[in-house]
């Protein structure tokens, strides 16, 4: 039987108002506590994440740095399929965790928490605030969470340690039928950016391109196309496919979490 998508009760579902009264509670009782957006792919946790180091910064005279838990943006040059942020959309706000591989390199669960863990301390050391932001389930509780890999390639983990530190998590809340909108939408904008002549040329730069890399971003349904297997129609379609798949996965991975306090996005 396949487990529900995300169902969030009444008071687990919190206003922007209510979501910034609970961010100035956790940022007030603890000096070192880290913020973690999380949601499903184009649920606005980008955009969220730059408004709240904002409000911070404004509220709290601290300095926000931002870090990226997402799988695919950890590659170099895939900018488009990952939907990564630009330098001028940053807004000046450091921003860690992108462009650390290339395509043809593995990088895997345990090699990102170590990086995590290490840029977290720097960022505290500096006396500024951690934000972490990001979709990729796995990863994320693997910082927050303080998973202990044992497994030679670092991706399973049955043990988890004591957190290293405070962390208050916000989730990106939409109803199911306008969040899969939203990743159609997505997927038209990547294609209109450029998203097949950056295929391209990814394919003939890296031939050994990692399996990881390829099924992720949506390069899979584009080759096909350039291949001539699939008309346009056909590879955009089967990527709208993806993204909604992908953000049913990530509800799924956190229905029933009474640790993530869900904010009404349609409302910002």
């Known amino acids: 039987m396949l487990a529900k998508p995300l169902e969030v009760s009444a008071k687990n579902l919190h206003s922007p108002a209510e979501m910034l009264e609970k961010t100035r ?7 070192q506590g880290i913020i973690e957006i999380l949601g499903p792919t184009a649920s606005g946790k980008t955009g969220y994440s730059l408004y709240l180091a904002k409000w911070i910064e404004e509220n709290f005279a601290e300095k926000c740095e931002i870090i990226s838990v997402d799988s695919r943006q950890v590659f170099r040059e895939m900018d488009i399929s990952s939907a990564k942020i630009t330098a001028e959309e940053m807004q000046g706000i450091p921003h860690h965790g992108l462009d650390l591989i290339n395509p043809d390199e593995e990088f895997s669960v345990a090699d ?23 979709g990729t389930m796995l990863w994320l509780d693997a910082i927050s969470e303080n998973y202990i890999f044992t497994d030679k390639k670092g991706v399973k983990s049955n ?21 899969y909108k939203r990743t159609d939408l997505r997927s038209e904008l990547l294609f209109e950016q450029g998203l097949i ?16 890399a390829l099924t992720s971003f949506g390069y899979l349904e584009i080759k096909q196309y350039l291949d001539g297997e699939i008309t346009l129609e056909r590879a955009l379609e089967l990527n709208k496919q993806k993204n909604r ?24």
């Open 112 to 134: 990102f928490q170590q990086y995590a863990f290490e840029k977290i301390a720097e960022i505290q050391a500096r006396g500024n605030r951690v934000i972490l932001c990001g």
């Open 245 to 268: 798949k992908y953000a049913k996965r990530q509800l799924t991975w956190w229905r029933g979490r009474d640790d993530v306090h869900w904010l009404r996005a349609k409302d910002l």
């Open 197 to 212: 002549a950056e295929t391209r040329e990814i394919l003939q730069k890296y031939p050994k391109i990692t399996k990881s």
């Open 159 to 179: 043990k988890k340690g004591k957190p290293k530190w405070p962390v208050f998590k916000i989730g990106m809340y939409w109803k199911r039928s306008k969040l």
């Open 25 to 31: 509670e956790f940022l007030q009782k603890n000096p």
